[in-house]
């Protein structure tokens, strides 16, 4: 099995390997993006400066962080923490889901292979720098179940890609605005940024020429980008995980 990527030190905080030239290539021949402004968003995608604010979190709102109820489910706590908990879990199911990906895509095309192992880098990345930031307070490592995919058909491991990525893009919209960490917010917006454009490149290895329109699985009925609550996350990413988790303590919908 081919090695992960070295990450970089963890005083410096890591940073987001630069997103593979074959992926600009394709955006830019196959979705027809020729203008500078385009342009200029895809260059973006190249690299990001992700590094953990230091000191971790400044544990604004409340203090608790995960615990394990006495049904055995893990609780992701509250406030910053239990949000940032969330957002670890799906870094965790991202990095296992590409990771099994790659192991399973032997017999795929070079290009394939090479899409898959660069989400896989990159989440680990964002899963490694979360768990740095959470310290104590972040959830256990997770096992997870992804018998319901399979993963001798591309398309159907590209279509999971995509709603995994969606999922977290979701995440990362609909809480930010609970989020009271100031650094964490700007974290987040860096980390946000990156879920959409792999839930988009996901999209396009299925679909190379389809064009960005409302009911695009990223753009809700408004035109505006997906944004989920936490009950909502948990829903949707829970069936692959086999650990329950509990977001109890997180924000929900006022009913």
């Known amino acids: 099995m081919e090695k992960l ?9 890591p940073s987001v390997p630069a997103i593979p030239s074959v992926e600009r290539r394709m955006f830019l021949r196959n979705l027809g993006l020729a203008s500078a402004s385009a342009l200029a968003v895809l260059t973006s995608c190249a690299k990001e400066d992700l590094a953990a604010p230091q000191g971790g979190l400044r544990r604004s709102g409340a203090r608790i962080g995960a615990t394990v109820l ?3 489910s893990i ?3 509250e ?3 239990g949000i940032t908990n969330m957002a670890y879990a799906l870094e965790q199911l991202e990095v296992a889901y590409y990771s099994t990906a790659y192991e399973r895509s032997a017999g795929w095309s070079e290009m394939d292979r090479k899409v898959i192992r660069e989400l896989r880098d990159h989440e680990l990345v964002h899963k490694e720098l979360l768990k740095t930031l959470l310290g104590p307070f ?3 490592e997770l096992e997870f179940n992804f018998s319901a995919i399979d993963f001798n058909n591309r398309n159907a491991v590209f279509d ?3 709603k995994f990525e969606t999922v977290g893009t979701g995440a990362y919209n609909g809480s930010s605005k609970f989020v009271q960490d ?3 917010i700007k974290l987040s917006g860096k980390i946000v940024s990156i879920e959409a454009r792999h839930a988009t490149l996901a999209r396009h290895m299925i679909l190379p020429e389809t064009k960005f329109a409302i009911a695009h699985e990223l753009i809700d009925a408004n035109g505006l980008d997906v944004a989920y609550f936490p009950d909502e996350v948990l829903m949707k990413a829970q069936p692959f995980i086999k ?4 977001g109890s303590k997180l924000p929900a919908p006022i009913m």
């Open 5 to 13: 990527n070295t990450l970089p030190d963890a005083k410096k905080g």
């Open 243 to 246: 650990q329950k988790l509990s």
């Open 79 to 81: 406030g910053d923490i």
């Open 70 to 72: 006495p049904d055995g």
């Open 182 to 184: 100031l650094e964490l």
């Open 75 to 77: 609780d992701l706590g």
């Open 160 to 162: 999971a890609a995509q």
């Open 138 to 140: 972040a959830i256990p």
